[in-house]
Nanobody, 114 residues
Framework: QVELVESGGGLVQPGGSLRLSCAAS????????MGWYRQAPGKQRERVAT???????TYADSVKGRFTISRDNAKNTVYLQMNSLKPEDTAVYYCNMPWDIGSWGPGTQVTVSS
């Protein structure tokens, strides 16, 4: 089964930037769509962004214009560039395959605070 490991989270001030990475193994990465999700305490997990095997992207309205999802098939890695961060972006961020959801990994914590 595919294994996904998220990294790149941390503490950042409002207006700052972070780049998250998700390294995948266990499948031919280029054949699958990928997505980023997040969950804040007391909230449902929500989809943040997706990218198909062909490179088409979607974004939640709350992050449009601020976040960019991309992929490097040679490295089996998907990225989430997060700019203009807001306190409302504070959550644990996870990656997964939107059309073949597997087990959730540990995620990476993003905290946006002054």
């Amino acid at each position: 089964q595919v294994e996904l490991v998220e990294s790149g989270g941390g503490l950042v001030q409002p207006g700052g930037s972070l780049r998250l990475s998700c390294a995948a193994s266990g499948r031919i990465f280029s054949n699958y769509g990928m997505g980023w999700y997040r969950q804040a305490p007391g909230k449902q997990r929500e989809r943040v962004a997706t990218i198909t095997s062909g490179g088409s992207t979607t974004y939640a309205d709350s992050v449009k214009g601020r976040f960019t999802i991309s992929r490097d098939n040679a490295k089996n890695t998907v990225y989430l560039q997060m700019n203009s961060l807001k306190p409302e972006d504070t959550a644990v961020y996870y990656c997964n395959m939107p059309w073949d959801i597997g087990s959730w990994g540990p995620g990476t914590q993003v905290t946006v605070s002054s």
